[in-house]
């Protein structure tokens, strides 16, 4: 067989115990003129093989500029990264060089984006783009690339495959070119894929067929999937644990079935409360009180104080850590118990 | 769980499969590029065909002229100072310029220095600014700056004003028609060289280049994969346009005297001469005018064309 470019990759290293992907103490500022924009303020959390990491939080959360950190493809400057470590198989990626990551990217760790159109390359056919994976980074022969994007295609369940691979990305549906970018994405077969919202501009039906394809891919391949998303409806059947973010921190840290049965943290409590249900019918619904907070002042103690029905005294000045509720479980709320037996 | 999953593929397929744009069956089982396509469309378009019939006449002009005059205008016994100004007769169809040598002889033979300077000229303008755009919108901060700023300096220079600078300086550097060329570029250049970074830097910003380097696409296959044919066809359409504004510079600066030089022929020059005695015989001016005007619009209509075909959005 071929040597290939995947069997020189530069992440080595001791791999047992470690995660597959372990972010640590990460923290991400932007440096504007108007001032230090602290994005993410010490996010941590760990994917294994085969295990889904749902990350939720609404806009400016941080979720996504994490996931852009991981990925390495934020703009520095302006962004800064002042401490933290990404660990995939125990080598830390930021302290690796640029063509290093380059080699890491794609080929262990993937990424597919919320809009696919604006993520497919518009000039080129979507078959051209799916093989030009294997070209680039397989040293395929341009009929096989070709073969093999098809076969890719048919994986991510396109129909008539065969007749498509020459159309341009314009000329698919949306839930379509989402199928084409996990191909693209799953291509070479990376051991962790973040989505950032991959479902968020599609339709509702549409939505969960590509998050049927997201679990059937995993379950196959055995990757460790961080899923990013703000709707906490899209991660119920599929992520195994949640990490819910808020202000550039993790402020709640649950398996899927703890979260749902009872939020450890008032902002997650607000969250699963503002989905709209049948059974509410002709309510008003709850929406949590107050804008997110500007991140270039964040609040003072909890970030969330200023929107939190359980604030106290304290919740203004101390920062509460991630508590240790059970086992893996954690909630950084200085009054997660109340929180957890719903006494408001 | 199979169930389930043949399900979602099931009715995947069904809500999804008839998308409006998925038509054009017929094309598939060959690999088709941008470039494929773009011709497929241009085939089909009258402006496009009628453009590049005109310019394929031109070219065949430049290259073979005495296919279509028998009189070779650099022979001085084809022309008779007797007969200057005649009207169009037999043998010779448009008549005869102010020193009596044939006019159709001498516009066809005009064509050839109008187009290599003006097909040269382009190609290096479009190569030196087009590089230099890709790579200072591509790096940004100093890069950028240092080319915009050089940039601006050739801007400054009135064109007209710094042809007729490098081309008296150089005169006699035996260049020829060469020296216009160089002097067309080197004011030229900075034109593409905008219009590459600004689309570049367009293009750059867009999800599917970060997308691309997600997926480990190195500096070089951004650059040239992914930004280079997304900010092409702007600089195509402007190069083909410019090709026009080139021959007519070139015919503009041999009027002044410092383009070609006699005794090559060239259109502007013909204007030039021609220009002194317009009011009582308008011919010798008008008819190299006329093939100036027909070249540069049949590049426009091309790079018309051209611009239609390469946007793949608007087919």
Redesign the interface.
């Known amino acids: 067989m071929k040597k290939t470019s995947a069997d020189v990759l530069p992440v080595e290293g001791v791999y047992g115990d470690e995660p597959l992907l372990a972010v640590d103490d990460l923290h991400v500022e932007f440096r504007t003129r108007a001032g230090i924009v602290r994005a993410v303020n010490g996010v941590s959390y760990t994917v294994n093989p085969g295990e889904t990491l749902a990350v939720l939080g609404e806009s400016g959360s941080g979720k996504s500029v994490t996931a852009q950190a991981i990925?390495g493809?934020l703009d520095m400057p302006p962004a800064h990264i002042p401490h933290g470590e990404i660990r995939f198989k125990g080598t830390d990626l930021l302290k690796l060089s640029e063509?290093a990551r380059?080699?890491?990217?794609?080929?262990r760790i993937?990424?597919i984006?919320q809009?696919a159109l604006?993520?497919?390359?518009?000039?080129?056919?979507v078959?051209?783009q799916i093989s030009?994976?294997f070209r680039?980074?397989r040293g395929m022969s341009?009929a096989d690339a070709?073969k093999k994007a098809v076969e890719l295609m048919d994986r991510v369940?396109i129909?008539?495959a065969?007749?498509?691979?020459?159309?341009?990305p314009?000329?698919?549906?949306g839930?379509?070119r989402q199928r084409i970018?996990i191909a693209?994405?799953i291509a070479?077969d990376p051991e962790v894929l973040i989505a950032d919202e991959p479902t968020t501009a599609l339709d509702v039906?549409?939505q969960?067929?590509i998050m049927?394809?997201l679990a059937?891919l995993q379950r196959e391949s055995q990757m460790g999937l961080i899923l990013i998303t703000h709707d906490l409806g899209v991660v119920a059947d599929v992520a195994d644990k949640i990490a819910v973010m808020y202000a550039g921190r993790i402020v709640e840290r649950a398996s899927v079935h703890d979260i749902y049965r009872a939020p450890a943290h008032p902002y997650t409590k607000g969250l699963l409360e503002s989905i709209p249900r049948v059974d509410l019918k002709g309510q008003d619904l709850y929406a949590i009180k107050g804008l997110p907070p500007n991140l270039l002042e964040l609040p003072t103690g909890c970030a969330f104080h200023p929107r939190c029905p359980y604030r106290q005294d304290n919740c203004v000045t101390d920062v509460p850590p991630l508590y240790q509720i059970s086992g893996t479980r954690g909630s950084a709320c200085h009054y997660w118990r109340e929180v957890l037996d719903g006494e408001r | 769980m199979n169930e389930a999953t043949g399900q979602s593929g099931h009715t995947s397929a069904l809500a999804e499969a008839p998308t409006p744009g998925g038509l054009p069956k017929a094309k598939s089982g060959r690999p088709a590029s941008l470039w494929s396509d773009a011709w497929a469309d241009l085939r089909r378009k009258p402006i496009f065909l009628i453009s590049c019939g005109i310019i394929a006449v031109l070219v065949l002009m430049a290259m073979w002229p005495s296919l279509f005059s028998s009189v070779d205008p650099f022979n001085a016994r084809t022309c008779e100072l007797a007969t200057a100004r005649q009207l169009p007769s037999a043998g010779h169809p448009f008549g005869r310029d102010n020193l009596g040598c044939d006019l159709y002889a001498r516009t066809i033979y005009g064509a050839a220095n109008s187009l290599v300077i003006g097909i040269s000229t382009t190609i290096f303008a479009a190569l030196i600014g087009g590089l230099l755009g890709l790579v200072a919108g591509f790096f940004g901060g100093a890069t950028d700056t240092v080319a915009s700023r050089v940039t601006e300096i050739f801007f400054a220079i009135p064109s007209i004003l710094g042809a007729l600078l490098i081309g008296s300086t150089f005169r006699d550097s035996g260049l020829g028609i060469w020296l216009v060329v160089i002097s067309l570029t080197v004011l030229g250049w900075p034109m593409t060289f905008r219009i590459m970074r600004a689309a570049v830097i367009t293009a750059k910003s867009q999800d599917f280049v970060v997308a691309a380097r997600a997926l480990g696409a190195g500096p070089g296959r951004i650059m040239f994969r992914h930004l280079l044919p997304n900010a092409l066809a702007p600089v195509i359409v402007v190069a083909t346009i410019n090709l026009g504004g080139f021959i007519a510079a070139e015919a503009a600066l041999s009027y002044l005297g410092v383009g070609v030089q006699p005794p090559e022929i060239s259109w502007g020059l013909m204007i030039a001469d021609a220009q002194r005695r317009f009011l009582e015989a308008p011919l010798p001016l008008i008819f190299p005018a006329v093939f100036l005007s027909i070249t540069v619009l049949a590049f426009i209509m091309l790079g018309d064309a051209v611009r239609d075909a390469l946007d793949p959005k608007l087919r």
């Open positions: 990925m493809i063509e380059t080699q890491v990217r794609g080929q993937a990424m984006f809009d604006s993520a497919l390359n518009p000039v080129f056919t078959g051209w030009e994976m680039v980074h341009k070709m369940r129909p008539a065969r007749q498509r691979v020459n159309d341009y314009h000329q698919f549906s839930g379509m970018m693209m994405s070479l039906t549409v969960a067929q049927d394809l059937d």
